[in-house]
């Protein structure tokens, strides 16, 4: 259900929402309620059929729908520079760039119509990127992916080479041989360069992997295939070896190997894939928790760096601009001013490796001290907003561990901190009179800009 | 005469006493005063409160909720879920929602009640809708996007779909309570403070039936 499947699969899993809505309570999704699923599917198939849903934006423009639910990301000019978009990995597409990864087409070429439609309709398993199917209705998906198309001039001048149509349906039904002979193709390749010996980056020389615009995008870990951004059916990891991902390292393998060497490439890759934890028995799942933290172990930059992106240090640790965008450049150089009505005003610190105005001068303890338990430096305390360590002291030592291996990694940019500006006794005191006494509203406030010495946003 | 004079001198102290009494009151009375950090653990409590994972009998679920609490705890979702009031956040009522935050341009929001509750909880929505939200920020609702900084979906979305799963099925174990929280509302501006990009409340939003 979760990575992406087949058309039919897919409308199922759209009919049990649909169901969901009207059900009521559920677990987390089993096999047993996929078929509990599909079952209700096939006797209500035409009534599903009916209650498509509305498009709220039906008779909209596509320039307003898009404004509505793509801007987040991609941004108001198509480039991919939404506000969201610097935490996001991987990064939102450019459509200025006009690289799109899910084709059907030449390597290098722009995707057909129904590429776009297609990744409208179903998401991108392992990003951000939804399905709509369920919020727009075809024709607004269509006129949304004629309007992407606006951004970059290079569809009114080029059109899209499709791949032979024998070309584009060539995979079977893998056989146990396929999966051996495919293993050959992954070495005479030299898959393992990048995606490691074993698919999930053991071993791998090319560690360092960027996209085209030069932002690190890791190999994908070809043990999880509910992550392959188009699919992990044959025909869809087939389809990425014989027309590459455009704006990324992945190449198309057409000059190298034939078809019959990718589809067996294809059953070899899909071969390696390992149950996710929601397929798990209760030992394998907590096998599987132990693994993984002996990798953290092994790996504190890469546990830190996960539990770092996924917290939000960066909500606060970087500045805004007035629109409420992050500044792209500025991760992690603090300088958020917040202010606490009636205790006074905060700004988020530069935790970057800086040695004068970040954490570059700070020791690990002092590091870990301020993350759990809000002591600063000089020793004085945090209150418990606007930095929430009362919840970071939950951490795991390992975790705080890793988190402050990986905040050591972050290049410097000075960028000088104030210190709180506290308020006087006197707002102070009557501050907290409003509030507790008169039960007044007493706002947390957020400004935009970088308080901090580098000031320019 | 002389009885007067002590009752007015032991008036006067006591009015005085009363005075510095009231605002040392003021003064320290949490969550304003610092707490000694050794012993603030007020959202892992509440969540142990809250929640009792051992009381799961499938093993799987268990770990899975298990994982899933380590990160919601950490991540300080109950930050913003716990319903506010005068005294900071009412853990009692752990994840109920209705903490109020306006953000300049893009509306008032308030936040969602997580528990179990079938009419203004997240027990009316399904598996694929809190997913949803948690890895694209598409709520259920017509596909409206939350503003990332009311909801902090876009760091959310960088867990694993594994760990995100996990989130889900501890969120699955909360227990119920009837809040029923106000939809997002499009107020393009902010009330009381122009200069600011985002305010916060310390009013619960919600109300209860």
Same mark, same amino acid.
């Given at each position: 259900m979760r990575a992406r499947e087949s058309v039919a699969v897919r409308r199922v899993d759209k009919v049990g929402d649909l169901l969901d809505r009207t059900g009521g309570g559920h677990g987390v999704t089993s096999s047993s309620s996929v078929i509990f699923r599909f079952v209700l599917a096939v006797l209500l198939i035409s009534g599903a059929a009916s209650a498509q849903t509305p498009s709220a934006a039906g008779s909209a423009s596509a320039k307003a729908i898009y404004e509505q639910h793509c801007v987040q990301c991609h941004g108001l000019d198509g480039r991919g520079n939404g506000a969201a978009a610097p935490v996001l990995v991987p990064r939102p597409r450019d459509f200025a760039a006009a690289q799109f990864k899910l084709r059907t087409t030449e390597t290098g070429s722009l995707p057909t119509d129904d590429d776009l439609i297609r990744t409208i309709t179903y998401g991108v398993p392992g990003t951000s990127m939804p399905g709509w199917q369920k919020f727009l209705s075809t024709a607004d998906i269509d006129s949304v992916a004629n309007y992407i198309k606006t951004f970059s001039p290079r569809f009114a001048a080029e059109r899209p080479q499709s791949i032979p149509a024998v070309a584009a349906s060539v995979p079977g039904a893998p056989a146990a041989n396929t999966v051996a002979a495919g293993k050959a193709v992954y070495e005479k390749l030299r898959c393992a360069a990048c995606h490691g010996t074993d698919g999930k980056? /053991?071993? %791998?020389? %090319? /560690?360092?992997l960027k996209d085209d615009a030069g932002r690190p995008l890791p190999a994908t870990n070809l043990t999880e295939p509910w992550t392959f951004r188009g699919g992990a059916t044959p025909q869809d990891v087939y389809l990425r070896f014989r027309t590459g991902m455009n704006? /990324?390292?992945?190449?198309?393998f057409v000059d190298a190997a034939n078809q019959t060497e990718l589809r067996n490439l294809a059953a070899y890759v899909l071969s390696l894939g390992r149950k996710p934890v929601w397929d798990m028995t209760a030992e394998e799942v907590k096998a599987f928790y132990q693994a993984q933290a002996a990798e953290a172990a092994r790996d504190p930059v890469r546990r830190g760096r996960y539990v770092v992106s996924t917290v939000g240090c960066s909500f606060c640790h970087t500045p805004v601009r007035d629109d409420g965008s992050l500044v792209d450049g500025m991760l992690f150089a603090g300088g958020q001013k917040w202010g606490a009505v009636p205790f006074g005003d905060f700004v988020s610190y530069n935790l970057t490796s800086d040695k004068d105005t970040g954490l570059g001068g700070w020791t690990d303890d002092q590091i870990k001290a301020a993350v759990t338990k809000g002591i600063r430096p000089d020793g004085s305390r945090m209150l418990p907003f606007p930095m929430p360590w009362p919840s970071y002291a939950s951490l795991t030592p390992s975790d705080l561990t890793a988190i402050v291996a990986y905040l050591r990694t972050i290049p410097p940019i000075s960028n000088r901190i104030p210190a709180p500006s506290r308020s006087n006794i006197v707002s102070y005191l009557w501050g907290k009179f409003q509030l507790l006494i008169l039960k007044k509203d007493m706002p947390l406030l957020a400004y935009p800009g970088n308080a901090g010495s580098a000031g320019g946003v | 005469m002389k009885v007067r004079r002590v009752v007015k001198w032991t008036l006067g102290v006591v009015l005085v006493l009363a005075v510095v009494g009231f605002l040392a009151f003021l003064y320290f009375i949490p969550p304003f005063t610092l707490m000694a950090p050794e012993t603030f653990s007020g959202p892992e409590i509440a969540a142990a409160n809250a929640v009792k994972l051992e009381a799961i009998t499938d093993p799987k679920t268990r770990a899975l909720a298990e994982r899933g609490k380590y990160i919601v705890v950490a991540t300080g979702c109950v930050d913003c879920h716990a319903p506010p009031s005068a005294a900071g956040p009412?853990? !009692?009522?752990?994840? !109920?929602g209705g903490l109020k935050n306006a953000v300049r341009g893009h509306g008032t929001f308030v936040s969602a009640n997580l528990t179990a509750d079938r009419e203004s909880g997240l027990g009316r929505r399904t598996d694929e809708d809190v997913l949803r939200v948690l890895r694209s920020g598409v709520s259920a609702d017509g596909g409206r996007l939350f503003w990332y900084r009311a909801m902090p979906w876009a760091w959310f979305a960088n867990w694993t779909e594994e760990d995100r799963v996990a989130v889900l099925t501890y969120l699955r174990q909360i227990p119920a309570i009837a809040h029923k929280i106000p939809p997002a509302t499009a107020? !393009?501006?902010?009330?009381?403070?122009?200069? !600011?990009l985002e305010e916060g409340s310390t009013v619960d939003a919600g109300t209860t039936p």
């Open positions: 980056g /053991t071993g %791998a020389i %090319a /560690t360092d704006g /990324t390292p992945m190449p198309s | 009412d853990f !009692a009522r752990y994840m !109920a107020e !393009a501006t902010i009330t009381w403070d122009p200069t !600011a």
